[in-house]
Each structure stands twice: as structure tokens, then as C-alpha cells.
Nanobody, 127 residues
Framework: QVQAVESGGGLVQAGGSLRLSCRVSGLIFNDYAMGWFRQAPGKEREGVSCISWSGSGIYYGDAVKGRFTISRDNAKNTVYLQMDSLKPEDTAMYHC????????????????????WGQGTQVTVSS
């Protein structure tokens, strides 16, 4: 049974930082690319970032480029999202997801590209 468990969310002031973690079990972690998504109330799920199995391929959504950094530690079956210069509009539930392949495709920001999802961790940024 594949499980993805996020942690690290919380309440932070605008301009602050948070580091999200997602630990995956039940599969060979370094066989798959990993993604981060977010969803705010009343909005569609938005692709935040994707990282290939080796970490050599990385993509970011336009809203977070230059502020967020994705990374992974295959020895720990964990993917991270370092979020800096946070803004109130970053407030959302953040989910990690296991890609269907070992690299991020052109359509990496579409939820359909991912097979397994975590329950999410809430990030709230106050102004």
C-alpha cells in the first residue's frame, strides 16, 4: 500500500518561510518523479513544482518561481518544498503526489499525471 505523508505546514507571517516534507512508503521511491500541488478553498488544484527521480529535472509554477525550492532525498524516501518570501496568496492545502513516471512530463502541472496523493498539510500566510 502506497502512502504519502506531508508535514511542516503551519501559520506564518507574510515574508516568512516554511519547509514542507513528504515521506513516501510502499514503492521504490527513486523510480518516480514527485510533485507538489496546492488547493485553496473554492479554487482548482494548482501544480506548484515537480522533481524527477534523480533531481536533475525540476519545474515550478509561475506563481512560485524564485521563491520555492523543491528537493528530494532518495535515501529517506522524502521530497521537500522550501517556501520563502511567502505571500497571503500562498495560503492553501499543500499535497505531495507520486508521478506516473520517473521524470516530469510537459504536463507535470496536471493532477492526472500522478497516481498517489498525500492528505495534505495546511499552509496559512497572514498579512
Amino acid at each position: 500500500q502506497v502512502q504519502a505523508v506531508e508535514s511542516g505546514g503551519g501559520l506564518v507571517q507574510a515574508g516568512g518561510s516554511l519547509r514542507l516534507s513528504c515521506r513516501v512508503s510502499g514503492l521504490i521511491f527513486n523510480d518516480y518523479a514527485m510533485g507538489w500541488f496546492r488547493q485553496a478553498p473554492g479554487k482548482e488544484r494548482e501544480g506548484v513544482s515537480c522533481i524527477s527521480w534523480s533531481g536533475s529535472g525540476i519545474y515550478y509554477g509561475d506563481a512560485v518561481k524564485g521563491r520555492f525550492t523543491i528537493s528530494r532525498d532518495n535515501a529517506k524516501n522524502t521530497v521537500y518544498l522550501q517556501m520563502d518570501s511567502l505571500k497571503p496568496e500562498d495560503t492553501a492545502m499543500y499535497h505531495c503526489a507520486v508521478d506516473r513516471d520517473d521524470s516530469c512530463s510537459t504536463w507535470w502541472s496536471l493532477p492526472v499525471e500522478y497516481n498517489y496523493w498525500g492528505q495534505g498539510t495546511q499552509v496559512t500566510v497572514s498579512s
